[in-house]
């Protein structure tokens, strides 16, 4: 034990050394390569466009080499990726034309992982030519081919003078062979022997889909052929290749036929490389838009309009978006927006690039900027990304508002089925809300489509200036209270009417009650710019009073509403598709002083008819008597009823349920959990009118002890909810059942 002191000097000392040490961390390759070959990418199949795009990388090298001087190429040279599988031997093989490598190279872009060819031959020529993009820049394209293959080998020749060609194969372990080749042209050949769990790549047609899926647009053509193929085409004899070989002459039914050629099946190409939005939009037609979209689409049905996205500073952008036509919900659509890397194919609708909103349009955006990670499957996330967002955005808003404004007509016909996409983009972005806003269409009662700045205008009736004098007069002795209804017929003993009782004059200012009051009357010359001046000499602020917008969500449900709108030459817009609700809210918050409310929501002063205060206090007084009976006769103790008198006496009685009380329910059955009773929530703000001039009304408001009383209560309350939503069964049962009563009753 009394070592011990000694030996934590001992162990203090060491530990003193460690720290003193500098070094460099290593990596097993035995660990880290199968890392790479079975998780580097997500699909197996992916290799077919990593293999391919590496034969383009090295076809533009060389091209390059050939523009700076430093290498000629042949006459009759013909850029091209040939792919040859070969089922019997299990194999496939990628040939190009390109570049080549030289032993060195080969040890320094193969044996080392992730040592990029490209990054080296950017870096050594990026001041003498740059009009063709590399595509790879990450050196481990190569490797997925061992995600497949079992054994994979490599021939090639580079340009340079004097090079000796190379033969390096790899059984998918840690080691390989290198050693002198015989390839005696520039160029790369990889052939790939297909382990036994991959075979289906060595399928002609599955070869055919995979490179259509990544290599459709790749900017080198690219062929595809069987090995030892036994199928034969049939050409005309002046369509004759020197490439092909005749299997035998067809003979002619007729001298003047002409001479066919039965050959062996050719190679298919499978590529085209200068796709349509590379071109500038002037050089595009009509036809090849649509020609494009249902050959990229497979979508037969003629796109609505589309975007040709043109972009070159801050950075290089070229794209199509293409506004189909939908029939369903916007919750159901599934739209594909193509990403491409300098025409390589990337994926399907990444989030970071393609706003969400556009994911449910069709189309392709082909960005060479686009900082991919070493998949090349997947972004880096930075705020490049985010700035090719926001500029898809804006185009997209630019071209739908510049519709509107030069073309409005065409715009609206294409509105009802654009406009899901319009709306869930204004929810999701701000930005494209602010640019939108205006130029949201909505479509009123006549089926004619106004502007948000549109809506505001209507419905600026004063109810007083609309009531027909003759209507008010006739309705007014309709009434039935026995006392007069206007100020003048009053001769000062009943309440004024609105108008009479807003007339405060020096001499005679009376109350609610009818009595003389003092008023002061606010002179002209107290008066500040038209502005009114409170006691202190402080400008009085006018309330601010929101402008309403009313709606229909179901032109058969509430035609009862729509027929009382028109009837007062009143409009409402037509919202039906499901995202309007959240739409709707959005503008509201956006706008301060506009409201949305559905038309069946409350009674504006427009239905009603002119009533003195002394005959709405006793249709209170009636209503609560009423309220009592029909608690009793329909068992909800929470229903709140009101009698008013309307304009139209053929309507006996109605429900209106508060706007607020609506989107409360709304809300609730969105979020309500299974098993959860959501029927009676925001029942609280649902209110049955029953029309005083209806002759109905006027029979329960005089014989409540009546003997069918309780049957025209009945009916009243479920034609008034008929209005806006179908009965619950059980309801709709018994109303059928008491509409036969009330039949019988008239036989009798």
Not at 198 to 223: D, Q, R
Request: glycine share 6%; net charge negative; charged share 35%.
């Amino acid at each position: 034990m009394e070592d011990i002191p000694h030996r934590k000097v001992y162990e203090r000392k060491e530990r003193e050394k460690m720290a003193a040490k500098h070094g460099s961390l290593s990596i097993n390759s035995d660990n880290i390569f199968p890392i790479i070959k079975k998780w580097l990418y997500s699909d197996h199949d992916i290799f077919f466009r990593e293999l391919i795009s590496n034969g383009c990388d090295a076809i533009t090298k060389l091209k390059k080499l050939d523009m700076m001087g430093e290498y000629a190429l042949a006459d009759d040279y013909k850029a091209k990726i040939q792919v040859i599988v070969n089922p019997e031997e299990k194999t496939l093989t990628f040939i190009d034309n390109g570049i080549g490598m030289t032993a060195d190279e080969v040890e320094e872009y193969i044996n080392q992982i992730a040592f990029s060819g490209a990054t080296d031959f950017i870096e050594k020529y990026k001041d003498k030519a740059n009009e063709d993009q590399i595509i790879g820049h990450f050196g481990l394209g190569f490797y997925s081919a061992f995600m497949v293959a079992d054994e994979v080998e490599i021939d090639t020749l580079s340009w340079q003078d004097g090079a000796q060609a190379v033969h390096w194969t790899c059984d998918g372990g840690t080691e390989f062979d290198m050693e002198d080749g015989t390839r005696t042209e520039v160029g790369t050949t990889i052939t790939l022997h297909i382990n036994e769990d991959c075979l289906e790549f060595c399928n002609e047609y599955k070869a055919k889909e995979v490179i259509k899926k990544y290599c459709s647009f790749m900017p080198t053509e690219i062929w595809l052929s069987k090995a030892n193929t036994t199928e034969t085409q049939i050409i005309k004899e002046d369509e004759k290749l020197s490439t092909d070989e005749v299997v035998e002459e067809i003979k002619k039914e007729k001298e003047e036929d002409e001479q066919k050629l039965k050959i062996k099946k050719r190679p298919e190409l499978l590529n085209e490389t200068q796709p349509l939005w590379a071109k500038h939009p002037n050089e595009c037609t009509k036809e090849e838009y649509l020609e494009f979209y249902r050959k990229v689409f497979q979508d037969y049905k003629e796109p609505l309009f589309w975007i040709h996205l043109n972009m070159d500073y801050p950075f290089n952008m070229k794209g199509i978006l293409y506004f189909p036509k939908i029939n369903m919900e916007y919750e159901s659509i599934e739209g594909t927006i193509k990403l491409y890397n300098n025409q390589v194919f990337i994926a399907d609708n990444i989030k970071e690039v393609i706003p969400e909103f556009l994911m449910l349009l069709k189309g392709v955006i082909d960005c060479p900027d686009l900082p991919l990670n070493v998949s090349r499957s997947a972004l880096q996330n930075d705020g490049f990304v985010k700035k090719i967002s926001e500029y898809i955005t804006k185009k997209v808003a630019d071209k739908l508002s510049g519709m509107c404004k030069t073309e409005k007509e065409e715009y609206e016909k294409y509105w009802d089925d654009i406009s899901p996409f319009i709306k869930f983009g204004c929810l999701k972005d701000d930005k494209f809300c602010e640019k939108m806003t205006d130029y949201i269409l909505f479509k009123n009662l006549d089926g004619e489509y106004m502007t948000l700045p549109e809506c505001l205008e209507v419905n600026k009736i004063d109810p007083d200036e609309a009531d027909d004098a003759e209507n008010a007069a006739g309705e007014t002795a309709a009434a039935g209270d026995g006392n007069a209804e206007t100020a003048g017929e009053s001769g000062g003993q009943d309440e004024p009417d609105s108008a009479a009782a807003g007339e405060n004059v020096e001499a005679g200012a009376v109350d609610e009650n009818g009595e003389k009051v003092e008023a002061e009357v606010v002179d002209e010359a107290e008066k500040v710019d038209g502005e009114v001046l409170d006691e202190d000499g402080e400008p009085v602020e006018e309330e601010k009073k929101e402008k309403v917008i009313y709606y229909v969500t179901d032109e058969k449900q509430q035609s009862q509403y729509i027929n009382m709108f028109k009837a007062a030459k009143m409009d409402a817009v037509v919202l039906t598709h499901n995202i309007d609700q959240p739409f709707v809210s959005q503008l509201e918050a956006k706008n301060e002083g506009i409201k949305f409310q559905r038309i069946d929501a409350d009674l504006t002063d427009t239905f009603r008819a002119k009533t003195s205060k002394k005959a709405e206090k006793e249709m209170e007084e009636q209503a609560e008597e009423i309220a009592k009976l029909m608690k009793k006769i329909l068992k909800k103790d929470a229903i709140k009823v009101k009698i008013e008198k309307l304009k139209n006496k053929k309507i006996s009685s109605m429900i209106t349920l508060s706007e607020e009380s609506r989107r409360m329910q709304d809300m609730m059955k969105m979020y309500s959990m299974p098993g959860m009773d959501m029927g009676n929530f925001g029942k609280e703000g649902e209110t049955l009118i029953l029309n005083a001039n209806h002759p109905l009304v006027e029979y329960v408001l005089e014989h409540q002890d009546g003997e069918n009383v309780k049957m025209i209560c009945e009916q009243l309350y479920d034609l008034a909810l008929l209005q806006q939503a179908p009965l619950e069964p059980e309801a709709m049962t018994k109303f059928v059942a008491r509409s036969n009563e009330i039949m019988m009753l008239l036989t009798k």
